[in-house]
């Protein structure tokens, strides 16, 4: 499997695992992000479109995941990324506060809470994020997260993620 296309695939598991906690916990979930309605022309979306079109930039980096509250009526937009790091890059934070500043961040991390969030807009400029003091606990966050498919999703992504990163190490001993 190409690197492109472990790194989609990863990024996919993650996006499905963080829309059944959504679900799990009460939440409408529908899939938002480019990958999805946008398909065949993101293939079509070049560099050097994506550095002069606007409307490109905003449709790359468009969040994954629309999360609707039946009963608050509030709806929100998700972008989720996974790190198997403690104090995670987010690279593109640039390009998701210019069109999406009010989307909210999920970082899946192999520690502690597992699942964590922030409003991008709140989340400076950096090299590095640190969950503990750039982000909340999901559930306090989202309100209805529900406590035992935090724990129950949290442990099947800490595994995924320690699986995925054994595999990484696996291709990397490979010969080419």
Not at 68 to 97: G, N, W
Request: aromatic content about 12%.
């Amino acid at each position: 499997m190409s690197d492109f296309h472990y790194t989609l695939f990863k990024g996919n598991v993650f996006k499905e695992l963080v829309k059944v906690l959504f679900e799990k916990s009460g939440y409408t979930v529908i899939p938002y992000g480019y990958e999805n309605p946008f398909s065949n022309v993101k293939n079509r979306l070049n560099k050097k479109l994506e550095d002069s079109s606007r409307t490109a930039r905003r449709i790359r980096h468009s969040p994954d995941l629309l999360i609707y509250d039946e009963q608050t009526e509030d709806v929100r937009l998700v972008e989720v990324k996974m790190s198997s790091y403690s104090t995670p890059q987010i690279r593109r934070i640039k390009q998701y506060q210019e069109f999406w500043g009010d989307a909210i961040l999920v970082m899946v991390l192999p520690f502690e809470n597992v699942f964590y969030a922030q409003e991008i807009s709140c989340l400076g400029i950096k090299d590095k994020y640190d969950p503990a003091s750039d982000f909340e606990r999901i559930q306090d966050v989202f309100a209805k997260i529900d406590l035992h498919s935090l724990k129950k999703y949290g442990n099947v992504a800490t595994k995924l993620i320690e699986a995925m990163k054994s595999k990484e190490y696996t291709d990397a001993e490979q010969p080419q």
